[in-house]
């Protein structure tokens, strides 16, 4: 039981960082440094927002990533789709042997052990316990279909409410915590402490997310823990167009932290609205197993 759960934690470490949460040409430039013209934070993300997919379904027909752990390199291939705010569904094989498929709801997901014959079900707490982060549906949908979404440290604010906009490294920078605040919040201990007792959260997650200037895509997001200084770095390039909308070829995450866990993910095949198989059914032979 033990092995298992320890495979089934790499594998639902790997679909998630993997799927997880960007050609015809490429769309970085070598150009000479221009001057950028300032936008409010509103307007840099109403221009991301019409840049950004919009669909009722989205499937990846193939996704290739190499993942990078302390050292140790492994290749998976596989693919995904989504229904809009209703389910993600993914698969995955090591070479040409079927290893599982995973699918996540609004509050909970399954997660098929071919190997085993196991079916492993939970809510989807436990990816947030898996990853370090707090992570709910509406943010690994985002990250699967590259929209632009907000860690807020307070529920009852709206959307990047409290997000700040410069421009750093010919970029547009939207940052959840303003430089000087940051500041005033690492002078102590102490003063993080209280700052966090106020928001009434457990971590407080410093989200930086950096937008090109010329074709307003995402090319970079950091997620930093304030209190352990872990996080996550993602960068997208290689945008294709789909439909007449940008999506990410390539994808890049990094664990920030003690852990060196690096990921490629290479992304394509995409198409918009033309899925309409959303099924997911085991053999009664398989082994239901609930995860905590």
Not at 185 to 198: A, H, M, P, V
Not at 207 to 224: G, R, T
Request: charge should be positive.
């Amino acid at each position: 039981m033990r092995h298992n759960k320890r495979v089934v934690s790499y594998f639902m470490t790997a679909f998630i960082f993997g799927f997880l949460v960007f050609s015809c040409k490429h769309i970085e430039k070598v150009a000479a440094p221009k001057k950028i013209r300032h936008l409010s934070r509103g307007r840099v993300i109403k221009l991301v927002n019409e840049k950004s997919l919009h669909y009722e379904t989205l499937t990846v027909r193939k996704v290739n990533f190499s993942l990078n752990n302390e050292g140790k390199e492994t290749s998976i291939r596989g693919s995904y789709k989504i229904r809009r705010d209703s389910v993600i569904q993914m698969y995955a094989q090591k070479l040409s042997i079927p290893v599982g498929k995973l699918e996540v709801s609004q509050d909970s997901f399954k997660f098929a052990y071919f190997i085993d014959q196991e079916l492993f079900i939970g809510a989807n707490s436990y990816l947030s316990k898996l990853l370090g982060l707090e992570v709910d549906y509406s943010i690994l949908e985002a990250l699967l279909s590259n929209q632009l979404f907000s860690v807020r440290q307070d529920s009852k604010e709206s959307e990047f409410m409290d997000y700040a906009c410069e421009i750093e490294d010919q970029m547009y920078k939207i940052s959840s915590i303003r430089t000087r605040k940051l500041k005033r919040i690492k002078k102590s201990d102490l003063t993080l402490e209280r700052y966090r007792n106020r928001l009434d959260v457990e971590r407080i997650i410093k989200q930086e997310i950096y937008i090109d200037a010329d074709s307003f895509v995402v090319k970079k997001m950091i997620f930093k823990d304030l209190n352990s200084e872990n996080g996550i770095k993602l960068e997208f390039s290689r945008y294709e167009k789909v439909m007449e909308q940008w999506f990410p070829g390539l994808m890049q995450i990094e664990v920030l932290g003690k852990n060196k866990v690096k990921l490629a993910i290479e992304l394509s095949k995409v198409t918009l609205n033309d899925e309409k198989n959303f099924g997911f059914s085991v053999s009664p032979k398989y082994k239901t197993k609930l995860i905590e």
